[in-house]
């Protein structure tokens, strides 16, 4: 019988989950180990093939808490499942373990679904892709990836990332500062993957000498966009003509990721958004690429997935799915 003393470096209540929910699934997983928990340390006992596994999947798990201060279960299921390991190997759900990029802190950036590794798949044999899904499918976070990787490799020259500056509820000139600190929030998504990737001062010199641009889409106009990737993010809130503006800017030896959410738009009520009429008419055409994300692709909080699906019934008119468990509710 072997045994080992792991001390935990993570927040405990983050890796173990709510009540315990993450140790009974790794216990589930290890069913010949002994797992037990206590404070700060963890007891393991059992063969030694499996002990050595569940060592190696464990101080994964650690590393993910500690880097992103949760756990999602989808994630503690990939890491358990193998998907996080060092070697490379194809799933029997389409995702392979190929690392698109390399990031701080030992991250490694890649494809966690099947369509997330369509994703990758298609900015290698197209010019122009679309990536559509709701919140939480990771669809700016491997695009402004892949760009990076991009540029690692010189593939292109610069990186330029924008999105139309539009948000549920507010308005630029409600905002303080000058015209930069208004954007920012704006902008911040991009900034936050870009962090992840990026070392802190490669990323301060390359925005400070243009080889990553970040702007809002109005200030597209009137460009042509040579030898660079470029992501249009939160496309659904942009109209049509503001679409056309920018997909006509693009230039030689370029790369165009349009990402957005349709269930999400927040333009005001008379305008459309021309995310789903550009689609419409681009699919097929030579060249371009749409991919489509779903509630399966979400990589966030378990919870998401879940609200993703209630809303989805609501916007269909249907009644609320039986059997859901509502928690408890305060009269």
């Known amino acids: 019988m072997n045994q080992r003393i792991i001390h935990i470096t993570a927040d405990p209540v983050i890796l173990f989950g709510p009540n315990d929910r993450h140790l009974r699934t790794i216990r589930e997983k290890y069913p010949e180990l002994n797992i037990v928990a ?3 340390e963890v007891r393991v006992a059992g063969p030694k093939a499996e002990l050595e596994d569940f060592l190696g999947h464990f101080e994964q798990l650690q590393h993910h808490v500690a880097k992103y201060n949760e756990l999602p279960r989808k994630v503690l299921d990939d890491i358990l499942d193998g998907d996080g390991g060092e070697e490379p190997e194809q799933g029997g759900n389409g995702v392979g373990d190929e690392v698109i990029v390399h990031g701080n802190a030992g991250l490694r950036v890649k494809a966690r679904t099947r369509n997330q590794q369509l ?5 290698a044999g197209h010019d122009m892709i679309f990536a559509v899904g709701p919140a939480g499918t990771g669809k700016t976070y491997t695009a402004v990836a892949l760009a990076v990787r991009a540029l690692k490799d010189r593939q292109v020259r610069r990186i330029i990332l924008t999105r139309p500056a539009v948000e549920a509820g507010e308005n630029l000139g409600f905002l303080p500062g000058d015209l930069r600190e208004k954007l920012d929030p704006y902008l911040q998504p991009l900034y936050d993957a870009l962090r992840d990737m990026v070392p ?3 990323l301060m010199d390359y925005l400070d000498t243009g080889v990553i641009q970040i702007a809002p889409l109005a200030f597209m106009r009137g460009r042509t966009l040579d030898h660079a990737f470029v992501i249009l993010d939160e ?3 942009a109209s049509l003509p503001q679409l056309k503006m920018f997909l006509t800017r693009m230039g030689r030896d ?6 957005g959410d349709t269930t999400q738009v927040d333009l005001p009520d008379r305008i459309r958004s021309g995310l789903t009429p550009a689609m419409m008419h681009l699919r097929g055409v030579k060249g371009v690429a749409v991919i489509e994300l779903d509630e399966r692709d979400v990589i966030r909080h378990e919870l998401v997935t879940r609200v993703i699906a209630a809303f989805k019934e609501i916007e269909e008119g249907r009644a609320p799915s039986h059997g859901r468990s509502t928690g408890p509710t305060n009269h």
């Open 254 to 259: 370029a790369k165009f990721v349009i990402t």
């Open 119 to 123: 994703l990758v798949d298609a900015v």
């Open 200 to 202: 802190p001062q490669k």
């Open 235 to 237: 496309a659904q809130n």
């Open 38 to 40: 206590r404070g700060n």
